[in-house]
């Protein structure tokens, strides 16, 4: 494994910002995004006015890509500007020119493979422990990834996306003990799992566990989902996020009523991006808590989840 670090990855912003425009003009944009914060029941979001982000918010959904030819991740097709941190001989730390955060990572694969987490979510945590401060986050091919044809993390700052103070308000345990557990955010609106613990082995099998128990109709592909991972004090937080539906309805509405809001990771974590200031002025309670009942599992699915995770940890 190489020697990475935030103050590495820092230090890759900067010459990125001095050496790439595109990557100076959209971090100096972060300074004049519009935020504000809606109250839902159980939980929070802060809608996001970010402009740069239409790329993603509008890019097509599909799950795979064999184009090499085309990939935006691959080494070969990367801007001439692009410079890129090896990690643990399988992937690329890059900079993310369109960003969200004041810092933001893509990390890239280096073989131009399906966007899968089968096999890479061990790597998911080894990230998060290597880069402190950061949340790593995984989005499903057909669940807010804008390259499901390549295999990649992501990572921002932490304590940005609400969920990561606000989650165990609405958290209620499944199956653990004191120092390993999972919970069920039930109050939340967004049906979430999380699985807390300083123990590596405990959280990739408690994930398999919930993978298994949400793939019901999913037999030839992982289920739906998004995964934020952070790690703190020796110990990870990993949220999942299983989904039935990659945009809300509103997404492809015709007139008035369209808005460009494409739920990923960061949204499930409650940072809505809106590239539209028309969407960013006419976002509601009302309308998070529609795009969050079409997008994720509904309670009988969450409670079927729930009674098999009991049945595994009986």
Not at 66 to 77: M, Q, R, T
Not at 283 to 302: M, Q, R, S
């Amino acid at each position: 494994m190489h020697n990475i670090d935030t103050e590495c990855l820092s230090r890759l912003l900067e010459r990125q910002k001095a050496s790439w425009s595109t990557v100076a003009d959209n971090y100096a944009a972060l300074e004049q995004v519009m935020t504000k914060r809606i109250i839902l029941p159980g939980c929070s979001v802060t809608a996001m006015h970010n402009p740069a982000r239409i790329l993603s918010t509008a890019s097509k959904p599909g799950k795979s890509n064999p184009d090499v030819g085309s990939c935006f991740l691959c080494a070969e097709k990367r801007p001439a500007e692009q410079e890129g941190i090896p990690f643990a001989g399988r992937y690329s730390i890059l900079v993310n020119p369109y960003p969200i955060f004041k810092r933001h990572y893509t990390i890239a694969a280096l073989t131009h493979t399906e966007q899968r987490i089968e096999g890479r979510f061990g790597d998911m945590l080894r990230l998060s422990v290597r880069l402190n401060g950061l949340t790593v986050f995984y989005n499903g091919a057909e669940c807010g990834a804008s390259a499901p044809h390549h295999a990649h993390f992501q990572a921002g700052e932490s304590k940005v996306m609400p969920i990561e103070d606000e989650w165990r308000s609405a958290a209620e345990i499944v199956a653990g003990n004191n120092s390993d557990e999972i919970y069920r955010l039930s109050e939340s609106l967004r049906n979430a799992f999380v699985i807390e613990s300083g123990n590596a082995d405990y959280v990739e099998e408690s994930f398999g566990n919930i993978c298994a128990a949400a793939r019901h109709g999913h037999d030839k592909g992982e289920p739906m989902m998004n995964v934020l991972a952070r790690y703190v004090d020796e110990r990870w937080t990993v949220f999942v996020f299983l989904r039935k539906k990659h945009r809300p309805s509103f997404y492809g509405s015709d007139g008035e009523g369209r808005m460009l809001v494409s739920p990923a990771s960061v949204e499930m974590g409650g940072l809505l991006i809106l590239p539209r200031r028309e969407d960013f002025d006419k976002i509601t309670a009302a309308i998070v808590t529609e795009l969050y009942n079409e997008v994720c599992i509904d309670n009988g699915e969450a409670d079927g989840i729930v009674s098999k995770l009991k049945k595994k940890t009986v």
